[in-house]
């Protein structure tokens, strides 16, 4: 294994997050921002009067392109065309969830995030470990996770097509709270205790890869560019996150790692051994 990797690796598991960058080539950026504009609306410029009018809030104008967890089943932004759809499986993302996810993993869901100046931050949350909200660990009090339920089974990777970090708000992280046996105080909830949160540099072109153990929210956008990041969630085989699915979009011709990054949850290995098996042939996307 090269150095490169193996701090990648080492970093990603002390932290419960890690920033790649120069990912994305400076063409792909524009390519893909480009075919987002052609997409979708402007943030209007009432955009606190239709959050205020909302029951979704702020989730209704952050968001775009969603497919899959708490929204319906579809292709979500896939449908935009094949520099989305080859991001299903960018190298760089693929080798942090094979290390974190095992040779059998899906995509569970995507969406799109955006922010304009003077947009609020998003609460401190995790969908796993002992402060996701199905596990009823008590705070203040040590929670042994109960083998029965799923803590590192699920990963993201954000890709940032704007600038983002500590000097304009976006993806906010406690680093290496997917370790933590602890729920997360109310202070801290309430962002009254922010030195332990770290909104890390990101820029465009990167990759922001963390666990849904990791405790992560939104940090306020104050910059005057527009924050852009695409959200791909991939969880290991058996695992789902709710009853809706990505699925693959009709016009795009998707590769074989790509259709299989799309099957149904099951056991690894029922539908395929490894969406790493035989990598050249999958490329060609000759065998399904
Ligand atoms: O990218 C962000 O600002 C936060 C995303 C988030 O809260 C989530 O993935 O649950």
Known sequence: MDEHTEMNRYLYDLQGYL?????????EVAGLNAAIDAQIDPIPTD???????????MYKIYRFGMAGGSYPSGPGFLVWGELFCRLIDHPA??????????????LDRIFGMRMAKGMPSGMLHSDYGASAPFTHAERGRYFPQPVHQALHGFGVAAFNLTDSGPETGGLRVIPGSHHSHFKLPKKVRRDEHTDIVACPEAP??????????TTHGTAAWTASHER???????????????RTRVTAPEDVDLRTRQRRLLEEPAGGGWFFSSIFEADEELQQGSKK
Not at 47 to 57: E, I, P, Q, Y
Not at 94 to 105: A, E, H, K, P, V
């Open 19 to 27: 920033v790649i960058e120069n990912v994305l080539t400076s063409t």
């Open 47 to 57: 955009w606190r009067d239709t959050a205020n009018n909302n029951k979704l809030g």
């Open 93 to 106: 993302v693929m080798d942090i969830m094979r290390f974190q996810l095992g040779d059998c993993f899906r």
């Open 204 to 213: 465009a072109g990167s990759v922001t890869l963390f666990s849904e153990a």
């Open 228 to 242: 852009r990041s695409l959200l791909y969630k991939y969880c290991a085989s058996n695992l789902t996150w709710s």
